[in-house]
């Protein structure tokens, strides 16, 4: 088998599914965060919350 080449965030991401198929992590939102995936609502929540603290 030859060798396979992939960024941090791609093992980071492949290391958490593994997590998930062990029964380590589950698939709630935290997991589904740890991989890097946010719903439209959550970036749009993430924004308005950091033009908040900029405005403090």
Do not use: C, H, K
């Amino acid at each position: 088998m030859g060798w396979v080449m992939m960024s941090e965030r791609e093992l980071n991401r492949v290391e958490v599914l593994a997590q998930v198929d062990d029964g380590l992590l589950s698939t709630e939102p935290t997991a589904r965060n740890r991989l890097g995936y946010r719903t439209p609502a959550e970036v749009f929540q993430s924004q308005v919350m950091e033009i908040q603290n900029r405005l403090e």
